[in-house]
C-alpha cells in the first residue's frame, strides 16, 4: 500500500505508466505536495443515489479550495466513477443521471461507464446523458 514505492518501481522500467491511488494513501501529501500517482479518489466508494453523487462531487473540494490546489494534471482528485445507468428507476432518474454525468464533467472526473453495456434498455436510455 505504498503509493510512492510503486512509482518508484514503476518509473525505474523506463515506460510511462498511470498509477492511480485508490485509497492506498489520502491523495497527495497536502503539505509538501508530493503526489506519487497520476490520479486518485477525493472520496470513498460511490453508490447509485443522487445525494451520494453530490457527496463526492464535494469530496474533491478538499483538494481543490486551497491556494495551492493539490488536485492537478499530473496528480488529478476525482470523485469515483461513474453510476450513470445504475440508478434505481424513479421519476427523478434521468434528471438525476444526467445531472451526475454533467457534474463528473465540470469536475473532470474519468468519464468511465460503470454500468452492463449489453443491456439494450439501459444503454438506449443513458445514451442521450453521455
Not at 63 to 86: H, K, L, Q, T
Not at 112 to 127: E, H, P, Y
Request: proline share 8%; glycine share 10%; charged share 20%.
Amino acid at each position: 500500500q505504498n503509493v510512492t514505492r510503486y512509482a518508484e518501481l514503476f518509473n525505474k522500467t523506463g515506460k510511462a505508466i498511470q498509477i492511480e491511488n485508490c485509497h492506498n494513501q489520502f491523495g497527495p501529501d497536502l503539505d509538501t505536495g508530493h503526489c506519487p500517482m497520476n490520479f486518485y479518489r477525493a472520496g470513498g466508494d460511490i453508490h447509485p443515489g443522487f445525494e451520494d453523487i453530490v457527496g463526492k462531487i464535494y469530496s474533491t473540494v478538499l483538494f481543490n479550495d486551497r491556494p495551492v490546489p493539490a488536485s492537478y494534471p499530473g496528480c488529478w482528485g476525482y470523485p469515483d466513477m461513474s453510476e450513470v445507468g445504475n440508478f434505481d428507476p424513479t421519476p427523478s432518474q434521468y434528471d438525476e443521471e444526467q445531472s451526475h454525468w454533467a457534474l463528473w464533467a465540470i469536475v473532470s472526473s474519468p468519464m468511465v461507464l460503470g454500468f452492463d453495456m449489453s443491456i439494450g434498455a439501459t444503454m438506449d436510455r443513458v445514451w442521450p446523458i453521455i
